[in-house]
């Protein structure tokens, strides 16, 4: 349904991505960002599930074409760890945000596992960023801080997780409170990765419920 296209980061330097768009002028746009097993066929379909919604997705390859198999863990990680988190919230996602900003009038954004910690420390890098909603990750302490989120958050988490851990959870949320931050945090009694189909942890129940959640949370900021 997408194609693959190349847009700017917000240094200049070109990078790939796809993009999946609804069948209408100025769609609202959705930045998607990927797991650490790469931009895979899950991803892709997570854009096109968005651009049937009516939004214009884009999921940025923070890989380069590198797709990880399920069950090579310590690939994947290799990969994220080569990463720098900062510069995907500040180049890759900001360039991607303003690239959908040329035709849609507000972009949100959501993101899986890596892609969930990228979410949220993008919530606080990227301005111009309507809204957020990340998927059991979270970002390394030292580059986040809650008070420093000024867009609207809708996360949702494992009850059975390790990292993050349902008081890790907690914590955040208390953050989130004593900042005054619009911010829902949903938990659910599934394992970590319930969006993944593809993956023995999806569960039906609560990815259908997490979904609706979420594209409600995008009509009510993003349109």
Known sequence: MGTRISFPRTDGKPTAGYLAKAGKDHAPGVVVIQEWWGMNEQITGICDRLALAGYDALAPDLYAGTVVAYHDSAAAEKEMRSLNFKDVADNVVRGAVLYLKKSS????M???CMGGAVTLLSAQDV???SCAAPF???PPAALFSASKVKAPLQCHFSNTDDYPSPAQVDQMERDFKSTGLKAEVFR?????AFMNEQRDHHDRKAAELAWGRLLG???QHIG
């Open 110 to 112: 959501t993101g899986f």
């Open 136 to 138: 059991y990750g979270m």
């Open 127 to 129: 301005p111009e960023l």
């Open 217 to 219: 949370f995008l009509k």
């Open 105 to 108: 009038p507000k972009v949100g």
């Open 188 to 192: 659910y009694d599934a394992d970590h």
